[in-house]
C-alpha cells in the first residue's frame, strides 16, 4: 500500500514571498502520478499541479511549481509570488497504477498568506 | 459548462440511522469517486463507479455502497451510522475510468452524526 506524508500541518508566508510544501510518499510501483489540490476555506477542492512519475522535467503551472525527486521519494510545492487567495489547505495526493483506481492524500499543510 | 454538484450541503443524523448523498458529475464525465474527509485530515477514498460500475474500492465496511445512474450522476449510501461518520463527503468526477484524468471536485455534504 502506498502513504503520502506531508510533515508540515501548518505554514505561513508574507504576500509576495516564496514558500515550499513538503511532501514524501512510500510505494513499491513504477507508474504512478502526483497531484497537489488546494482546498479554499469553505470551497471546492481544486488541482493545483500534476506530475506524471516517468517524466523528469518538473510541472509548472504559472507561480505553482514542484521539485520532484524520484529516488528520494518527494514531491514538494513551490508558490512564488504569493498572494492572499492562496490562503487554504493544500492536499499532497498519489495515485498508481495497481492502486484499485484509488487517490491516495496525504493529512494536508494549513498555508496562511499575510498582507 | 456545469460543474460538480452535491446534495444535500449539510445533514444531521442520529446512529444507526440511514442517510443518501447525491452527487452530479460534471458534464461530459462518467466516472464519480467519493471520499471521506474528517475534520482536519485528508479525504479517504470510498469507492469509484465508472459507467453504473463499481470500479475501485477503499477500506470501507460494506454498509457505505453506492449507484451510478445512466446520467452518470451518483449516490453515496451509508446505513447504520456511527458516530466516526460525521465527516465532509466529498464527490469527485473525471471524463473516463482512468484515474490519471484530472478528478473535478465537489463542495461536499457535511454529514453530523449525532
Known amino acids: 500500500a502506498q502513504t503520502v506524508t506531508q510533515s508540515q500541518p501548518e505554514m505561513s508566508v508574507q504576500e509576495a514571498e516564496t514558500v515550499t510544501l513538503s511532501c514524501t510518499y512510500d510505494?513499491?510501483?513504477?507508474?504512478?502520478?502526483l497531484f497537489w489540490y488546494k482546498q479554499p476555506p469553505s470551497r471546492q477542492m481544486i488541482l493545483v499541479i500534476r506530475?506524471?512519475?516517468?517524466?523528469?522535467q518538473n510541472a509548472t503551472e504559472n507561480r505553482f511549481s514542484v521539485n520532484f525527486q524520484k529516488a528520494a521519494k518527494s514531491f514538494s510545492l513551490k508558490i512564488s509570488d504569493s498572494q492572499l487567495g492562496d490562503t487554504a489547505m493544500y492536499f499532497c495526493a498519489f495515485w498508481g497504477e495497481n492502486a484499485g483506481n484509488m487517490l491516495t492524500f496525504g493529512g494536508g499543510t494549513r498555508l496562511m498568506v499575510k498582507p | 459548462e456545469t460543474g460538480v454538484t452535491q446534495s444535500p450541503t449539510h445533514l444531521i443524523k442520529t446512529r444507526g440511522q440511514q442517510v443518501t448523498l447525491r452527487c452530479s458529475s460534471q458534464?461530459?464525465?462518467?466516472?464519480v469517486s467519493w471520499y471521506q474527509q474528517a475534520l482536519g485530515q485528508g479525504p479517504q477514498f470510498i469507492f469509484q463507479y465508472y459507467r453504473e460500475e463499481e470500479n475501485g474500492r477503499g477500506n470501507f465496511p460494506p454498509r457505505f455502497s453506492g449507484l451510478q445512474f445512466p446520467n452518470y450522476s451518483s449516490e453515496l449510501n451509508v446505513n447504520a451510522l456511527e458516530l466516526d461518520d460525521s465527516a465532509l463527503y466529498l464527490c469527485?468526477?473525471?471524463?473516463?475510468?482512468?484515474?490519471?484524468?484530472?478528478?473535478?471536485f465537489g463542495p461536499g455534504t457535511r454529514l453530523t452524526v449525532l
Open positions: 469527485a468526477s473525471s471524463l473516463d475510468g482512468d484515474s490519471t484524468d484530472t478528478q473535478y
Open positions: 506530475q506524471e512519475a516517468y517524466k523528469q
Open positions: 458534464s461530459g464525465h462518467n466516472t
Open positions: 510505494t513499491s510501483e513504477n507508474n504512478y502520478y
